[in-house]
């Protein structure tokens, strides 16, 4: 495999960790939301999967971002019965994110991030020696 070809792989994964960081920071800003009217759901974590897809120009099998998908889950229930959203029992229901996992997914995703660029670097960094090396 070129420098070229290994850049542009990495690229692909910065792509797909950047949309996983998208999706994670709407699962944050929505941690306590509830629903809008009373009895209703709330908003439901969201999910994205990759997808391994054969680059036939490169010849070589890419990572790119798939669907985004809701996750299945039951939603916490509080019992709250003055808030304007709480169902004929006194309970509010609550999204199913828990931000402990959201924070480690986060990290998780900044890591592999990081990582891609690290290749990136070090390819850019192989290519300006190489041409160092036949200036010479």
């Given at each position: 495999?070129?420098?070229?070809?290994?850049?542009?792989?990495?690229?692909?994964?910065?792509?797909?960790?950047?949309?996983r960081l998208k999706v994670?920071?709407?699962?944050?800003?929505?941690?306590?939301?509830?629903?809008?009217?009373?009895?209703?759901?709330?908003?439901?974590?969201?999910?994205?999967?990759?997808?391994?897809?054969?680059?036939?120009?490169?010849?070589?099998?890419?990572?790119?971002?798939?669907?985004?998908?809701?996750?299945?889950?039951?939603?916490?229930r509080r019992y709250d019965?003055?808030?304007?959203?709480?169902?004929?029992?006194?309970?509010?229901?609550?999204?199913?994110?828990?931000?402990?996992?959201?924070?480690?997914?986060?990290?998780?995703?900044?890591?592999?991030y990081q990582a891609n660029?690290?290749?990136?670097?070090?390819?850019?960094?192989?290519?300006?020696?190489?041409?160092?090396?036949?200036?010479?």
């Open positions: 495999m070129d420098l070229q070809t290994s850049m542009q792989l990495a690229f692909g994964g910065m792509t797909a960790q950047g949309s994670i920071a709407e699962n944050l800003a929505n941690a306590d939301s509830t629903a809008t009217k009373p009895g209703g759901d709330p908003y439901r974590r969201k999910i994205i999967s990759f997808r391994s897809v054969l680059d036939r120009k490169l010849g070589v099998t890419a990572v790119k971002p798939g669907p985004v998908q809701s996750a299945v889950g039951d939603f916490e019965p003055g808030n304007p959203v709480a169902d004929a029992d006194g309970y509010v229901r609550l999204p199913n994110v828990n931000p402990l996992v959201e924070i480690m997914d986060m990290r998780d995703a900044q890591q592999n660029l690290t290749v990136i670097d070090a390819a850019k960094a192989m290519i300006a020696r190489t041409l160092d090396l036949l200036r010479s």
